[in-house]
């Protein structure tokens, strides 16, 4: 039998990072993701890596754009505030397509809010959060187990893909404790990185940029990158059904609250109510395809974030016409997290 661990979330963030092969960690520590940092600053100088705590978020995200455009993997970590003040440095690592992962343990806003568990970081990571119209890739964990194996995906795809790749948590799924199975990486056939930047004594001189200047150079390079979020959008979307065959009304929610979603499904289920679930794990490139399939059949769907409602926008425009999309959230508060039973309660009201 595969060996077990008992690991927090965070702590298999980054061990999933150091099995990726990332031996470079920038960031600033904020609650409630700073045992990402903890745990690399003891392991990485042991693999030959580098750990820095940076003066600033805005300073640690550029440090991984540098990093990265060398060849090597690279990562960074935060919470939400910090995140923000990321955002023009994932900007421009998409428009220099320099890959590299970012981690955000969401807490609750806007502004400095508090450490609750939240969702309400939906539109800022599968929007483009910062400035100019780009997309990166998100994954969604739901466990302690996908937090090691999405990190692992996530330097993957930045790789396959030349762009940030973010993990989108929550303080839940950051905070609590599970078993864990450190599988080793897959092998893949990644592509070769002939883009890198590299000395003149090696040859022609390589450039990595996103400023472009040049007649028609810019509109060329946004259709390039639209071009490349297609691509994601058709090859890499990654999502679970749970009793969905038969169900009257889908349930739609992501990471913890999923899990929540789950426990109330089976005890609907017990009462003869036929409930299932879509679960999206990759935010962007988002599932509409399998939901608009799954409408096409179940016209009922009710979306449950810990936010206002920020997924169900995403939920609206993937179903068929006819379909009926409810939504009940619970922001950031005391007791934002609805158990079971609440949310078998609300589901009552629309089956």
Known sequence: MAKRLFVKGNEAVAMGALEA??????????????????????ELPKLGGEFIQAESEIASI??????????????????????SLKQEGISYMAGSEVPGVIANICRSGPGLGGIDASQ???????????????????????SVQEMYDLT????????MYRTPAMILADAVIGQMKEALIPNPRPTLNLPEKNWVVRGRKHGEQRV?????LGDGELEAHNWHLHGKYDELRKKEVMYEEFMTEDAE???????????IAKTAIMMGRE??????????????????????????????????????????????LSVTCGTEVSFYGRPPGAGSLPPPEEVLKVVKKYI
Do not use: W
Request: glycine share 10%.
């Open 208 to 212: 990595v940029k996103s400023l472009h």
């Open 62 to 83: 550029n440090m991984v754009l540098g990093a990265s455009a060398t060849g090597v993997r690279a990562m960074t970590s935060s919470a939400s505030p910090g995140i």
């Open 21 to 42: 092969g990332c031996r470079y960690y920038f960031g600033y520590p904020i609650t409630p993701q700073s045992d990402i940092p903890e745990y690399l600053s003891r």
């Open 152 to 159: 692992m995906h996530a330097f993957d795809l930045a790789d």
């Open 271 to 316: 009462e003869g109510l036929k409930i299932g679930l879509l679960r999206p794990i990759t935010l962007f490139p988002f599932p509409s395809e399998i939901i608009k399939k799954l409408t096409e059949r179940c016209k009922k769907i009710l979306d449950i974030e810990l936010n206002t409602g920020q997924m169900v926008e995403d939920v609206r």
């Open 120 to 142: 309400a970081d939906y539109f800022q990571a599968v929007k483009g959060g910062g400035h100019g119209g780009y997309h990166i890739v998100v994954l969604a964990p739901a």
């Open 249 to 259: 009304l889908i349930i739609t929610a992501f990471g913890s609250v999923a899990r």
